[in-house]
C-alpha cells in the first residue's frame, strides 16, 4: 500500500481539473537565458505550492488555483530531463484566408478564482520571487460573462469532459511514465470584430457556432463536404472513439480600446488533439472550408506548454 501511495503521490497532477471561476488571469512570461536567471526561476517553480497556498488560505471558500506550464524552449535548460514526449514549439497553422500565429512564451501561469483580489494579489508575490529573471509577455485578465457566455453570446464550455473522462482526456499516464500526472496546454488570444458579429443574424450565428444561442442545444452536423460548424470542426473522432479536452475559456475586454475578445485554453492528455483541431479549423475540413468563427475572431497569440506534476516542479528545488 505504501508503494502505491508513493507512486499516486510521484505523479500528483496540478490543479488542472478545478471548475471554472468568475475570474482568472493568464500569465504568458519568457525566461531570461542567464545561469543566475535560470536558477531563479527553478527556485520559484519549486516553491509553487507554497506560493499557492500563501493565496490560497485568505479566502473561505478556497476558490483559488494556480496551474504553471512550461515551454518547450526552457524544458532542458530548465528541469534537465527529457521533455514530454509530444512537447513542441507551437506549431504555426496557415490557412487560405486565416493563420493560428506562434509567439513567444516560456511559462504560463493560469490563475483562476472568484474574485481578481486574490489573482492579483498572487501575481504580485509571483513577480516579487521572479525579480528580473523574467518578463511579463501576456497578462490577460479574464472575467465571467453573465451565464458562462463568451462575448460571441454563446455558452462556453458546454462539451467539456467531465467525472472520469476529465483525467482520461487531460492527463498524460502510463504512455510517457516520466511525465505522468502532466498535461498538455495551448494558449490563443483570440480578439473578435463585434460589430461585424453582431450584424449576422442569429441562425448564422448558430449555424457558425453549430448550437442555439438562446438554449444551447447542440444542432445536427452539416454533410460531410459542406461548410461544418465550430463544434463539428473540433469534433475529434478515429478509431479509439472521440478525443475530448478541457477548455476554461474566458472572455477579456478592454471596451476603451475597442478590444474585446476570448483567451482560449485547451489542456489535453494527447497534444496533437488540438493540433488537429487547429488544423480543421484554420485549414478547413475539407479546406478551404475553415472555422467561420475566425472571420469574426483574429488569433494574436499561440504558445504550447506542459502544465507538468507537483512532484516536477517541488523537485526543481533540489
Ligand atoms: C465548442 C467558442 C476556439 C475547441 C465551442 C462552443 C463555443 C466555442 C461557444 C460550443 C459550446 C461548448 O461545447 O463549449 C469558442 C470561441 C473560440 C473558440 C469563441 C475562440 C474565438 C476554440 C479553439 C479550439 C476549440 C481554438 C481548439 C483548438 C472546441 C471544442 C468544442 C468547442 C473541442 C466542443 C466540441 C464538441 O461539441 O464536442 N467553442 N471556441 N475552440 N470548441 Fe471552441
Known amino acids: 500500500p505504501i508503494t502505491a501511495l508513493n507512486h499516486t503521490l510521484d505523479n500528483e497532477p496540478q490543479q488542472i481539473t478545478a471548475p471554472l471561476t468568475h475570474s482568472a488571469a493568464f500569465l504568458v512570461l519568457t525566461v531570461k537565458d542567464d545561469a ?28 483559488f488555483t494556480c496551474n504553471v506550464a512550461i515551454g518547450h524552449r526552457v524544458w532542458a535548460p530548465l528541469v534537465g530531463s527529457t521533455p514530454p ?11 487560405a484566408t486565416h493563420t493560428a500565429v506562434s509567439t513567444p512564451g516560456d511559462l504560463l501561469y493560469h490563475i483562476r478564482a472568484r474574485t481578481m483580489d486574490l489573482i492579483v ?73 463585434l460589430d461585424a458579429w453582431r450584424a449576422q443574424k442569429t441562425e448564422a450565428q448558430e449555424a457558425i457556432i453549430g448550437r442555439t444561442k438562446h438554449d444551447n442545444i447542440e444542432l445536427d452536423d452539416a454533410p460531410a463536404d459542406a461548410q461544418k460548424s465550430h463544434k463539428t470542426l473540433c469534433t475529434i473522432e478515429d478509431g479509439d472513439g472521440e478525443h475530448e479536452i478541457l477548455r476554461d475559456n474566458m472572455p477579456f475586454a478592454n471596451p476603451g480600446r475597442g478590444e474585446y475578445g476570448t483567451y482560449f485554453i485547451g489542456y489535453t492528455r494527447r497534444l496533437w488533439v488540438i493540433e488537429k483541431m487547429l488544423e480543421r479549423m484554420f485549414i478547413g475540413n475539407p479546406a478551404p472550408l475553415h472555422d467561420r468563427i475566425l472571420d469574426f475572431s483574429t ?20
Do not use: C, W
Open 36 to 63: 543566475a536567471s535560470l536558477a531563479k526561476v527553478r527556485e520559484v517553480l519549486a516553491s509553487t505550492d507554497d506560493l499557492i497556498k500563501n493565496t490560497a488560505i485568505r479566502e473561505i471558500e478556497r476558490t
Open 85 to 95: 514526449r509530444e512537447l513542441k514549439p507551437f506549431q504555426e497553422v496557415k490557412g
Open 121 to 193: 494579489a498572487f501575481e504580485r508575490n509571483l513577480m516579487m520571487a521572479f525579480g528580473d529573471a523574467v518578463d511579463a509577455v501576456d497578462d490577460v485578465a479574464g472575467f465571467r460573462y453573465f451565464d458562462g457566455r463568451d462575448l460571441l453570446d454563446f455558452v462556453d464550455g458546454t462539451a467539456n469532459p467531465e467525472g472520469l473522462s476529465l483525467p482520461e482526456a487531460t492527463i498524460v499516464g502510463d504512455e510517457d511514465p516520466d511525465h505522468a500526472g502532466g498535461s498538455y496546454v495551448v494558449v490563443q488570444k483570440y480578439l473578435h470584430n
Open 299 to 318: 488569433a494574436t497569440t499561440g504558445v504550447t506548454f506542459f502544465a507538468p506534476s507537483r512532484k516536477v516542479l517541488a523537485d526543481l528545488g533540489d
